[in-house]
């Protein structure tokens, strides 16, 4: 009986082996994805943070110093090219406009006398002329004289309408002065600060000292973010391709503009990250109403797009474009692919897989190789 109890025991401890072996180990869990149609981009972005930026700005500053004698703006207002925006005290150079323009009206009286004795003196020498000529008690030295007389008086005419040129020349130059202590808008825009009060005095930075301007212009009717990208992307990148801009500001939303500019020059501000700076324009008006400069941004440049391509998600695909491929049995194979048009998001399949193929997606979960038998999760 001990020994039939014996072998009982090894059978059944023999079958339970058995039984273990055959089961193999646990199917892994893992998330799958189906091959299939769908859009593909190759887009390259900005290895730093970007900029939105005012598509024109000026920090404004009068020509010459002096105090301020009149403020025209406040921070937000709206103005127009050539608005008066500030004035520095400048009677003076005032007062020299108003001499000046006396100084014309002075010099038109006087070549208007000079002109009119001009006339009358050669209506003498004419005169005299035609008696000598007709034998009459004229002598030659007396028309001689005359003659001589009108052209002198010619030249004084002459003198004294270039003397009103002078006089006129003079005026531009002193409004030029005056001009100089005024602060014109150069464009359209919104005065984003005034560092300016009546009273104080006010410069023009001097070269290599740069100081705070008296009013900052923004033209805000269009923006651009200004952002870095890698010497390496930069050169596929045209102007005029798509780009589409996110800030941190807004994270739902993602901004439509185009490539305006490409930097033809590349920095050198980081030895192992030299960059070439790309500007992005965007023209939205729905956009530039929300938008403010100032903000950090991203850009991503389109450089090819394809609407209906075989695609695979980025986080599906191993090193060396492999993928693990699950059979109809939930057995995984690894296989190969050839990729084409490529993002941080998808990645084209021109071949090696088909619409309808499961691949693994948990490629980085414990126990996901190829030959592992896996359970789908719903």
């Known amino acids: 009986m001990k020994n039939q109890s014996a072998i009982i025991i090894v059978a059944l401890v023999v079958a339970g082996i058995a039984y273990f072996v055959s089961r193999g180990p646990e199917p892994v869990s893992v998330a799958a994805y189906t091959v299939a149609k769908g859009e593909v981009q190759t887009t390259v972005a900005n290895t730093r943070v970007g900029t939105v930026k005012a598509c024109r700005r000026a920090y404004l500053a009068p020509a ?16 127009k090219q050539g608005q008066l925006l500030l004035e520095v005290w400048n009677q003076d150079l005032k007062a020299q406009v108003a001499l000046q323009k006396s100084q014309i009206k002075a010099s038109r009286a006087s070549a208007d006398q000079a002109c009119q004795l001009a006339g009358g003196a050669e209506r003498e020498a004419a005169r005299l002329s035609r008696l000598q000529q007709n034998k009459q008690i004229v002598s030659i030295e007396q028309v001689d004289k005359s003659v001589t007389g009108s052209k002198a008086q010619r030249a004084a005419c002459r003198a004294a309408l270039q003397a009103i040129e002078v006089a006129e020349a003079q005026v531009t130059v002193a409004d030029t002065a005056v001009r100089r202590t005024l602060i014109l808008a150069p464009f359209d ?3 984003a600060e005034v560092n300016a009060e009546l009273g104080e005095f006010v410069t023009p930075s001097p070269p290599g000292i740069p100081t705070l301007p008296p009013i900052d212009l923004l ?44 930097a033809p020059y590349v920095l050198e501000k980081e030895k192992q990250a030299r960059t070439v700076e790309v500007e992005v324009t965007l023209k939205d008006p729905k956009d530039l109403a929300e938008l403010m400069p100032g903000y950090s941004a991203d850009v991503e440049v389109l450089l090819a797009n394809k609407d209906q391509a075989l695609r695979l998600p980025a986080e599906a695909i191993l090193d060396n474009n492999r993928v693990l491929l699950i059979d109809n049995d939930h057995v995984l194979h690894e296989k ?8 941080w998001t998808y990645t084209e399949v021109l071949s090696g ?26």
């Not at 301020?68 to 921070?75: D, Q």
């Not at 780009?243 to 490539?259: E, N």
């Not at 190969?336 to 993002?343: A, V, Y």
């Not at 980085?364 to 789908?376: F, N, S």
């Open 64 to 79: 010459t110093g002096g105090q301020v004698a009149a403020l025209y703006v406040t921070e937000g207002d709206k103005v």
């Open 353 to 378: 897989l088909k619409a309808g193929d499961r691949v693994v997606m948990s490629v980085g979960k414990e126990g996901v190789i190829d030959g592992a038998k896996v359970i789908i999760k719903p």
């Open 189 to 191: 825009g919104t005065v």
């Open 219 to 262: 033209d805000i009717s269009c923006l651009t973010v200004s952002a870095p990208i890698d010497e390496v992307d930069a050169a596929s990148i045209k102007t005029g391709m798509p780009a589409g801009v996110s800030l941190d500001a807004f994270p739902d939303k993602r901004y439509s503009g185009i490539v305006t500019r490409v």
């Open 336 to 343: 190969n692919f050839q990729p084409g048009l490529s993002n």
